[in-house]
């Protein structure tokens, strides 16, 4: 079983940038597929960025595209969430996730993932 720790959010004025770490324990998330959601208040949990196992494919919701890259460091078992140009509608609760190998695709749906992490805050607000 893996366990997920986010951090790295805060307050961020609307234009800047935060980057979120996710740091993986219990086994290695190399060859594992993961990603990043989030969930605003009274919305539902959305697929923000993705990476496959083989940390060649990534995928972005089209809200994020151009804005957010989704880094792995596999040696030190971290996941990244580099956010640029935000703006208030991302403020949210980012939760990192980890699932099982999909081949050829970077799955968008929550119940995909079996390990997920608590989550941490981002605010965008001036």
């Known amino acids: 079983q893996v366990q997920l720790v986010e951090s790295g959010g805060g307050l961020v004025q609307p234009g800047g940038s935060l980057r979120l770490s996710c740091t993986a324990s219990?086994?290695?998330?190399?060859?594992?597929?993961m990603a990043w959601f989030r969930q605003a208040p009274e919305k539902e949990r959305e697929f923000v960025a993705g990476?496959?196992?083989?940390?060649?494919?990534?995928d972005y919701d089209e809200s994020v595209k151009g804005r957010f890259t989704i880094p792995a460091d596999n040696a030190n078992n971290m996941l990244y969430l580099q956010m640029n140009s935000l703006n208030p509608e991302d403020a949210a609760v980012y939760y990192c996730?980890?699932?099982?190998?999909?081949?050829?695709?970077?799955?968008?749906?929550?119940?995909?993932?079996?390990?997920w992490g608590q989550g941490t805050q981002v605010t965008v607000s001036s």
């Open positions: 219990g086994r290695t998330i190399s060859g594992h597929n």
């Open positions: 990476i496959d196992w083989s940390g060649v494919l990534t």
């Open positions: 996730a980890t699932g099982p190998v999909v081949f050829f695709s970077v799955p968008r749906t929550a119940s995909t993932y079996q390990n």
